[in-house]
């Protein structure tokens, strides 16, 4: 889960007439929760709407229920459910049969079915 999905995950759980949370005050705090030494781990980049690259984090499971933690348990349930939800769609796709390609037959069909 990016940064990015974390702030929108955030400010979706304001109550309203709450200011918002911009990204770059919640890059500020990563650190601050998880270690500058792990923090660097996550690091990466996104394309703003000015096709500007800009600084972001890709946090794992762990590391992105961490920083809902920081936040509340609202955020943290919703974090969690929503990992939970694309793991679940990730194992739901079919997987492709793998053809055997000992039998020319069933190879060239296979070949012939990618293009």
């Given amino acids: ?3 990015l999905e974390m702030v929108a995950y955030i400010n979706a759980t304001r109550e309203p007439g ?3 949370l911009r990204h ?3 890059m500020a705090k990563v650190s601050s ?4 030494g792990d923090a660097l781990k996550f690091q990466g980049m996104y394309k703003d709407a000015y ?3 800009k600084p972001c984090y890709n946090f794992p499971k762990r590391e992105a229920c961490l920083m809902a933690m920081s936040y ?3 955020l943290q349930a919703k974090v969690f459910d929503a990992w939970v939800a694309a793991e679940e769609k990730l194992l739901a796709k079919p997987v492709a049969a793998i053809p055997n390609f000992d039998d020319p037959i069933a190879a060239a069909r296979a070949w012939i ?3």
């Fill in 1 to 3: 889960m990016s940064s």
């Fill in 18 to 20: 709450k200011a918002e």
């Fill in 24 to 26: 770059d005050n919640f």
């Fill in 33 to 36: 929760v998880l270690g500058v």
């Fill in 51 to 53: 096709n500007r690259d």
């Fill in 72 to 74: 509340s348990y609202e």
């Fill in 113 to 115: 079915e990618a293009r």
